[in-house]
């Protein structure tokens, strides 16, 4: 895969930036920010941590769908 500077993305290159990205979330603050924002019920679709982690992770490799990785 290359990026736009045409350097090619490598494997443990995309593992470090994932690693680098996900350590400036808080799982703790994201996990209480939900509890905190939802209704009685939990609307249809709603993100969990793991979702929002894999969102992450699908952008950086450029995949189309979620589903591709599960």
């Known amino acids: 895969m290359q990026t736009a500077r ?3 993305r490598t494997g443990k290159g995309l593992f470090r930036l ?3 990205l996900t350590g400036l979330f808080n799982r703790n603050q994201f996990l ?4 905190h924002h939802r209704r009685r019920k ?7 941590w793991d979702h929002s982690i894999d ?3 699908c952008q950086l ?3 189309r769908s979620v589903a591709s990785h599960d």
């Open 61 to 63: 490799v450029r995949t």
């Open 42 to 48: 939990p609307p249809k679709g709603s993100v969990s």
């Open 6 to 8: 045409g350097k090619e």
């Open 55 to 57: 969102i992450l992770f």
């Open 32 to 35: 209480a920010l939900g509890r």
């Open 18 to 20: 994932f690693t680098q």
